[in-house]
């Protein structure tokens, strides 16, 4: 009987416990955000990705001629290889293995450049989205905003993606 009182009165806690815990996550104000949705909705990330793209032109243009020449030059070899001495054909060799080295090293330092540039700049933007989260969190009185990848379910009601991308567009 010692024991089913122990048990009894240890099972009454727990419970009390539990409930006074999920009542105060009750109190709670939990907001959800989608940072991809956002990324892709927003017009800046328009506008940097033309920036971005115009600050390369030049860089990917060289790419582009350097593919054409070692294609133009492993053609030439396949279609002329029957009359041409063996010094033409070595020195074409030379000159494709030379055009394909610098392709590597332009195509090595233009990922890099790019890639830091592209960080760089998505840094900026989720400055700006993390500004417009913690202002619509100020302002509505959020207690807690998780990212939705974090989440295994929220309801659709919880998410504020929208006011987000909202606030984030009227941003400069």
Wanted: hydrophobic content about 40%; glycine content about 4%.
């Amino acid at each position: 009987m010692n024991k089913f009182i122990k048990s009894l009165v240890m099972t009454t806690a727990a419970s009390s416990m539990l409930l006074a815990g999920s009542a105060m996550a009750a109190d709670q104000k939990i907001g959800v955000v989608n940072f991809q949705e956002i990324m892709g909705k927003i017009p800046q990330t328009a506008v940097v990705m033309k920036q971005l793209e115009a600050e390369f032109k030049d860089d990917k243009a060289v790419l582009a001629q350097l593919e054409k020449d070692i294609k133009y030059f492993q053609e030439k070899k396949e279609r002329d290889a029957s009359v041409m001495s063996k010094k033409e054909k070595e020195k074409l060799d030379k000159d494709i293995a030379k055009k394909f080295q610098e392709y590597q090293v332009k195509g090595k330092e233009f990922q890099q450049k790019s890639g830091a540039r592209q960080q760089q700049e998505t840094t900026k933007i989720i400055g700006l989205v993390r500004q417009a989260i913690d202002n619509i969190a100020a302002k509505d009185k959020y207690d807690l905003i998780l990212e939705q990848k974090a989440v295994v379910f929220a309801k659709p009601k919880l998410s504020i993606t929208n006011k987000v991308i909202e606030k984030v567009s009227k941003l400069k």
